[in-house]
């Protein structure tokens, strides 16, 4: 097995006891990165000279944190203050940030060696989509405005990717590149220095090949100090089957993998049952919508009244407000959103652990047709609940399949630690 | 009259006449900066020959704006491309950010001229505190962090300011130095660019000294489109007086400028009833304060890890959880708040079109002794409604009072009218 193959995890075990060298794993990953990267494009800044330098410093430096050289990938919508951040966007192109934003600041102040800045949509929104494509078939889609971050990380270019998810840009590239996606508890990760969109959806989260991974991740930004792990596994896990408001978009792979976490999940000693959510939430979808486009609004107006030859129509259309959404529709999406996220977390309790639903329709489609939808993503965003993918078999393309884990908002902890142990049921 | 002492409204009449340049504003606003300065210490920065050189190219650039050639400070956590930006930070001391945060973006295009930045409390937190004076008499404080700003406009040394308000910030000092605050309606004024502390909180405003001249600022940040002026003032006008559940915290200075400004506008025809809120909105102050500090832990999570030795005491509490603020506490302060919202804006309607009530406690205590209190700020923060905050007379030391008028949610057009026409009346 090459070093870059590790996932943080064993990485850390291998650099603690100093079998492994900071500067190895780097060397190995970029021989790997120029090896993959010309078919799945997912960086748009990577200098290997640099990384070669800063793997050393971590080499020579004191280690200890058990991210310690692990390799990252940031969203270049996230700004890093020795890389440019162009977020896809003209108006940016090559922009040096002053400084780190809060989230590459705790992983680099934690050891991590970031590689460089991965391809996103125009300002992780829309407008101009990144080049990258999906590492199983560079036919199809790696999924939305992360999909540098999923692809790097799903092509072994990356151990752990940063991104962010406003709509569905976190979770369905996740489960399209067949890794694994952790998006937090809004608020609980400092979105300071990312591109802001939507203030009441945008959160940043992470990828990686493995839950552990997710987990060490978790634990340096102060999200799972406690990390149960599960002593009997899934047993008497209280699972609910959720298929949510959009159950008509499942496509037969993606129904298909759910069933089969379920019968999984059944089999290892589980309580599995099916949860259908009550009216409100047949409205969350719409409120997502007109909150991400109604705050998008405020959020653009500086690139709109500065920058609008360079930026794209789609955020003309925001920032003119085209849809037409008034400040009251904009209160009454969040009123309701609010109204839901309590009613949410009431379901939970000792007959309900966490939900068990889509994260994507089903197979990436086809790169010329689609980016996917954010449909099954939409509502758990406006939640501000935390929801992992993992990734659950293949389809009929031979294309990853995941499911999606959903807790009650501030359980990132326990959702990492259920998550554990549902993979280790899944990889059977 | 110099031109320094005009308004951003009358100095607007007078450039697009021709009767006055950007540099003859400039020129007089510094000639009186380098006067009062010394003793107000209002200004982090400031760099006469490049405000100079901004104000000829105001001169040569295209007019047209009702904000061209306007002269304005920025709060100095709020990210200057051509100013430092230390956020009264060891951290960041002389830090240059790489480009504008959206408000002073949105504020340029619109023909702002940045004279400097202001003096504020360290990351407008608490901390270091600034060194600002209060213009009215220097043994006396200015407020709380965004001092410098109104401390700035106070003195003449600018026409507008941008501030923020997390706590108190905005509205408290409004009051202490005798001008026109406003804080918009939370989430419709961009805050990228501006240091975050707690996001549900974090509100950027501005002030100046006229209603005329926030509103004219609100324009272009598109919360004036329509500004309806009220062809009878305040006749009709049904105003509820409220102190609300701190009203023990009045001072009689405080409580005799609230009555007065309740007797002139009944006098001019308004209709004044004294208001209670119902028993969710006593709890309104600790939600605040588990938000402010709850989210704190992950805002200055950053800073904690990576220069811990440079940070004041304060933010190390807050990223350790000093106060052992749990997810569920904060959960709980946020559903709290979000639903005292609602209940907030169901208030009004026919029967009741904006509060009076006090912005601060009294006068602006002695610098020796306190800083002022937020107490009278945080609930109306929490709850995201417009504030204005517009000058009501002096006190027994001869200092400045003010009184606060409160609007929903999503009402910053109705609220600056209402304003216009209760400050015609206060000024009497």
New interface residues.
Partial sequence: MEPYELDATQAAQLIAARQLSCEELARSTLAHVARREPQVKAWAHIDPAQVVRNARELDTGQGGSALHGSTWGVKDVIDTRDMPTSQNSAIYLG??????A??V??A???GALILGKTETAEFAAGGRLPATRNPHNVLHTPGASSSGSAAAVGSCMAQLALATQTGGSLIRPAAYNGICGFKP?H??????GA??FA??LDTIGWYARSVADLSLAARV??LAADAPRRPDGVRGLRVGLCRGPNRAHIEPDGESALLTAARRLADAGAIVEELDLPEPFERMTEAHRTIMRG?G???F??EY??HRPQLHRSFIDLAENADGI???D??RA??HA??C??AF?ALFGPRLHLLLTPPAPGEAPLASESEGSMIFNAMWTALHVPCISIPAGTGRRGLPLGVQLVAP????SELLGMAQACAEVFGD
């Fill in positions: 922009h040096r940030p002053s400084k780190d809060a989230c600041a705790v680099r102040h934690s508890t608020g609980l990760v400092s979105t300071e591109k802001m203030p009441t930004f102060g705050e609004r405020a959020t107006l500086c009244l500065a008034g400040h009251g904009l209160l969040l009123d609010a109204a996220r309590v977390d908002r501030g359980r990132d």
